[in-house]
Structures are given as C-alpha cells and as structure tokens.
T-cell receptor
C-alpha cells in the first residue's frame, strides 16, 4: 500500500531558529497538504499545494511541492514558542478521494 | 462563523455499548470524512461520504457505522463490535473530494 514517510519524527530547536521537515511518498501525489495539530485539538490546515514545483508561503511558513511529485517540504522561519505542536503532511493521488497522512513531526521550541 | 463542530469533546463508554459521535459542518461542503487517530500513527480513514445518502468504507470501517441524511451532518456510531475503540476521533469536510480537508476539534472516546 501507499506509504508516507515524514521526518524528522521530533525536533527541539531554539527560539528564533529556522526549521525544516519533509515528507516522502512511494507514490506520485497531485496534492500535498500541511497541517499543525495542538494537543487534544483537530489539525489546522496551514498550506495546500497543487502543482509540482509550487512554492507557497503562509506568514513564516513556506512549503514546496517536490519536482518528482513524491515529496514535499515545510520550512518555518524564526521559530517562536507557539510553533510548538505536531506537523502533519498529507498527500492525495489523482483520481482518488483518499488522503494519506504522515505520522507527524513533533516540534518543541526552547525559549 | 463557518466551521466544523464535533460533540462531545470527551466520551466515556462501557464495554458492549454503542456510542454515537456527532459531526456538523456549516461550510456547505459536499464531502465529509471520519478519521481515527492513535498515538504515533497517521490518521486512518474510517468512512467517507461524497454526497448526501451516500458513503463508502475507508481503511478501518469494521465496528463502525455512519449515516448521511443531511448535507451538514455525518454522525459516526462506534459499535460494540469495534475491538479497540479507545482513540481520538476526527471529522473532516471538503468542498468535494479533490479539495483540501478541514478538521473539527475532535472527540476523545475512552472505553472503560
């Protein structure tokens, strides 16, 4: 079946540092989504990507749809304490209704 | 405010009981979804509905049932046949199956 590997699984960073995380798939995706989830809450959509090579920003967040269509990257610049949480990627293949979700990157920011 | 609501936030159930989780959306979305989230795992799809009165099983539908009688509502029933029901349940909706999904706040179900 389809697999989605997300890395790193967790990371501790200092406030003000930049953060990078990525997802890789065994299948070609036509859509990539990035979410943030706080403990005990539902995921919140951060960025949606629909074209290979697409680079999209949302404030301090920037995400890219990989050229191979099998990967995506999320960068957070100048991290702040409220960036703490779990970041999920999700991908969808053409012609399907289903999104495949990564297992998440747990981010902790040290003030 | 447009959004997705789930109730209750916390639910406790005795073994052998059925329980129904509510999901309502006022986004005028056609598609709705139910996911299960367990620690350290990605979200797993339970059921999916593209339009009213139509729904399909996801990857882990055994022990669950749904209905879609209204566009706004997609309740999930966790039956006694579900062997390990304790989990965090998330409802989502999208304009249609090709669009991004938006999630509700979740319901944490604990079986005692």
């Amino acid at each position: 079946g389809q697999q989605l590997n997300q890395s790193p699984q967790s990371m501790f960073i200092q406030e003000g540092e930049d953060v990078s995380m990525n997802c890789t798939s065994s299948s070609i995706f036509n859509t990539w989504l990035w979410y943030k989830q706080d403990p005990g809450e539902g995921p919140v959509l951060l960025i949606a990507l629909y074209k290979a090579g697409e680079l999209t920003s949302n404030g301090r967040l920037t995400a890219q749809f990989g050229i191979t269509r099998k990967d995506s990257f999320l960068n957070i610049s100048a991290s702040i304490p409220s960036d703490v949480g779990i970041y999920f990627c999700a991908g969808q293949t053409s012609g399907t209704y289903k999104y495949i979700f990564g297992t998440g990157t747990r981010l902790k920011v040290l003030a | 405010d447009g959004g997705i609501t789930q109730s209750p936030k916390y639910l406790f159930r005795k073994e052998g009981q059925n329980v129904t989780l509510s999901c309502e959306q006022n986004l005028n979305h056609d598609a709705m979804y139910w996911y299960r989230q367990d620690p350290g795992q990605g979200l797993r799809l339970i059921y999916y509905s593209q339009i009213v009165n139509d729904f399909q099983k996801g990857d882990i539908a055994e022990g669950y049932s749904v209905s879609r009688e209204k566009k706004e509502s997609f309740p999930l029933t966790v039956t006694s046949a579900q062997k390990n029901p304790t989990a965090f349940y998330l409802c989502a909706s999208s304009k249609d199956r090709h669009n991004e999904q938006f999630f509700g706040p979740g319901t944490r179900l604990t079986v005692l």
